[in-house]
């Protein structure tokens, strides 16, 4: 299959989800209509030009193309058909093949219509004759899709085709080529202004080579063009598919376009690797599709929480079902999906990872007007104010002005007595509209004076990607002044799961009985679990009662704007709704453990590695200030320094020297180990140095002063890292008294040094040592 072939089914399956809307909303007062329980269903047919001016790679296109259509359809509501046309020139030819008849696209659907459209390959099997017969391709559409569609439902045909018109070898046209090609031409005209007057739109996207663009954008205009609450863009055109670069893009706009779906472009990459696309808050129904374009390639999609969601089943409040696992494109239809950035994580087998795969998102938002009335029980002649606000099926309510870009928003006063009053409603802060951007729309409206009974409010709303369910707000006119009056308010406006929200319903009586009030609760999600508390309240006579009253929110209740009405209904009055108020509360997740004492664990971690800090201080200036590291010995006889050592380990406690030759006339030091008979030992006690003698007594090393050995001997300790340690002016040795150097003895200290260097190579001097000895 070629590069463009692979393309155009590719993005031929990704756009199944384009069918129209129709017109807009009738604003009838009817019935309202039942809560939405997905996308509008549609009726849509392809139709293929399996003529001999379809070369045969683009033939394999189209066929292809119209088996995977069903793939991504949103709506499994929907029928579909598929049909193949050529001409019939001689006997035994057919001018149209049905390959599919009309298939609701359910998950059976689907598999069905992509099996049958295959059969559309082949040229020698079909019985189609080479011509292109129009007129009888779109009469055979029209039929199917006149058969079995309920009122209302939309209706559109994509001509799959290169727009070339040719019957000029159809004897059913006239006896000349001539004559039957203008027949031909004529028919077309009519065929297609049927479809006009039966609300059929035609879609042609061009295929093939020599595409005539004139007669495809004819055809486009002469159809229905009201499709999709005619919003700009949604009117029925001609695209052109002539490349692989352009053709996923040109045929996605057309499907989406006559859907009145939205498309989110995700990104591309060559398995293994991770795809990404965005699914916004206003979505409730659509398909993740994936153009792999090699069946070998396995996709497996996360929802933005970052879980593997089913193939098949429900979770978190969404429902799932793929298909196209086997082809080049697979769809996950996705119901009330989550928001946000979705993952595809892409597999594939070696010898299949070199055909770079595309992630998009076709979605539509089907929401729910809740709209109030004030006054609720206005007299005839009275202006009243509108309100609506708009949520999805999930109870979300929508805040972002950016999601609903070119929606028009209205609403229709209707009742007893008078005609149906068009409510044009706005968002740009003016007239009776409070705020401009808060997507709360507003308007007002004068009860016609004929009004006498019953007075219903309906909302609606159009706007690409978006359909609205029209749910009423009932009440009816007031003869006099009203007899009870409400209004509610809430307290607050933020909650968790499992929690309550405090209001304030004041109430006023102005007749001689008892009223006994409602609260309630309208225009809910049904995955909502609210209760409004008290559930009654009765009112004195002539009284103005003001009383408290909360709302309670489930532990299921989901994230974010909570949506509805609270409502005030006279039961005494025969349930007329006095009063009303949307719900404006904000459902947070509830705190966890971390949320609710992050700063007691801060602070104890503080306090632990303070405490610690303090500790590993005291054990290192401990260690430091125990030790007699940088403490020189010297020893001393009549003034002169005979030898010294200086301590030199960073961790030594104890420092154990020997005085060698003490009876000679040049005695000096030697380091030795503890273990040694004759060793002096000099620690380190308190704040002071003590020395223990190889006799076993122990005396304190005196400050500024010798210590007296045997033999005449002194012994001098100066230097030292200990606290407080004195300080020498410049150019002095501190703790050097004066005497002149004796001369050095080489065999003094055993060391093969003058004994005036045993420790240090450095000559005597005055005695002094650290202060804190």
């Keep these: 299959m070629s590069g463009v072939r692979r393309a155009a089914v590719a993005a031929l399956t990704a756009l199944c989800a384009a069918v129209p809307l129709g017109p807009p909303p009738a604003w009838a007062a009817s019935a309202p209509a039942a809560p939405a329980a997905g996308p509008d269903p549609v009726d849509f047919a392809v139709v293929v030009d399996a003529s001999a001016s379809i070369d045969k790679d683009a033939l394999a296109r189209e066929a292809e193309a119209a088996a995977l259509i069903g793939q991504g359809e949103i709506s499994e509501r929907s029928r579909a058909s598929v049909i193949g046309f050529g001409s019939a020139e001689k006997e035994g030819q057919q001018p149209v093949r049905e390959v ?19 059969r559309l390959n082949d040229r020698a099997d079909n019985g189609l004759g080479p011509g292109t017969d129009f007129p009888a391709a779109l009469s055979q559409a029209l039929a199917r899709l006149r058969e079995g569609a309920a009122e209302g439902t939309p209706k559109v045909v994509f001509l799959l085709t290169d727009g070339k018109l040719n019957v000029k070898d159809s004897p059913a046209y006239g006896a000349d080529p001539e004559a039957r090609q203008l027949e031909g031409e004529k028919q077309l005209r009519e065929v297609l202004a049927q479809a006009r007057r039966e609300h059929v739109q035609i879609w042609p996207l061009g295929f093939g080579k020599g595409i005539d663009k004139q007669a495809l954008q004819q055809m486009a205009d002469a159809g229905y063009r009201n499709g999709c609450a005619d919003l700009p863009g949604s009117r029925p055109r001609p695209e052109v598919v002539d490349g692989a670069a352009d053709v996923d893009q040109a045929l996605q706009g057309a499907f989406a376009a006559a859907r009145c779906a939205r498309v989110e472009q995700g990104t591309s990459g060559k398995p293994p690797g991770e795809l990404t696309v965005t699914i916004p808050p206003i979505a409730t129904d659509g398909s993740i599709t994936v153009t792999k374009r090699d069946p070998k390639v396995r996709a497996r999609y996360f929802d933005p929480k970052g879980r593997e969601v089913p193939l098949q089943g429900e979770s978190d409040g969404s429902r799932f079902e793929v298909s196209g696992q086997d082809g080049p494109v697979e769809a996950l239809r996705v119901k009330d999906p989550l928001p946000g950035q979705w993952r595809v994580k892409l597999t594939a087998p070696e010898g299949h990872r070199d055909q770079p795969a595309t992630v998009r998102a076709i979605w ?10 004030e006054p609720s029980a206005p007299r005839a002649g009275e202006s009243v104010t509108v309100r609506m606000r708009l949520q999805t099926r999930r109870g979300v309510v929508i805040t972002d002005p950016g999601l609903l870009a070119g929606v028009r928003a209205a609403a229709q006063l209707s009742g007893d007595g008078f005609e149906p009053v068009d409510v044009p409603l706005r968002d740009d802060g003016a007239s009776h509209d409070e705020k401009a951007g808060d997507v709360l729309y507003g308007g007002t409206v004068t009860v016609p004076k004929t009004a006498t009974g019953a007075l219903r409010l309906a909302g609606a709303i159009a706007a690409p990607g978006v359909t609205g369910d029209r749910r009423p707000y009932n009440t009816r006119v007031s003869s006099g002044p009203a007899l009870v009056t409400a209004g509610v308010t809430l307290d607050g406006h933020g909650v968790h799961p499992g929690g309550t929200v405090g209001g304030k319903l004041v109430a006023r009586n102005n007749d001689t009985r008892p009223h006994t009030l409602r609260l309630g609760l309208a225009d809910q999600s049904s995955a909502a679990a609210l209760r409004v508390g008290p559930a009654t309240v009765t009112v004195a006579p002539g009284a103005q009662q003001p009383v408290p009253f909360t709302v ?32 404006t509360v904000t459902v947070t997740p509830a705190p966890t453990w971390w949320d609710r004492w992050w700063w007691a664990v801060v602070v104890g971690a503080g306090l632990l590695l303070a405490a610690a800090a303090v500790v590993a201080v ?21 003034g002169k320094t005979l030898g010294e050592l200086k301590v030199r380990g960073a961790r030594t406690k104890v420092f154990c020297f020997v005085v060698d030759g003490a009876a000679s006339a040049r005695p000096g030091l030697r380091r030795r180990d503890a273990r040694a008979a ?7 006690k308190g704040d002071g140095l003590r020395l223990r003698s190889p006799k076993g007594g122990e005396q304190p090393v005196p400050r500024g002063a010798p210590l ?25 040795r501190p703790g050097r008294m004066p005497g002149p150097r004796s001369a050095p003895n080489p065999a003094a200290n055993g060391t093969g040094r003058p004994a005036g260097q045993a420790g240090t190579g450095t000559g005597g001097g005055s005695a002094g040592y650290d202060s804190a000895f």
């Design 100 to 118: 599919c008849p009309p298939t609701v696209v359910d998950a059976a659907g689907r598999q069905r219509i992509s099996d049958c459209a295959r």
């Design 364 to 373: 539509q938002g089907v929401l729910r007007s809740s709209v109030t009335l």
């Design 552 to 583: 309670s929110f489930g532990g299921g209740t989901p994230a974010g704007d909570a949506g509805g009405r609270i409502t005030v209904t006279d039961l005494t009055d025969g349930g007329r709704e006095v009063g009303s108020g949307f719900l």
């Design 618 to 638: 005291r054990v290192w200036y401990g260690g430091i200030q125990g030790s007699l590291q940088g403490i020189v010995v010297e020893l001393r006889r009549d």
């Design 678 to 684: 004759q060793a002096y030992r000099l620690v380190r």
């Design 708 to 732: 007296a050995l045997d033999h005449d001997l002194e012994l001098f300790v100066r230097g030292g890292r200990g606290q407080g340690r004195e300080r020498t002016s410049p150019g002095r």
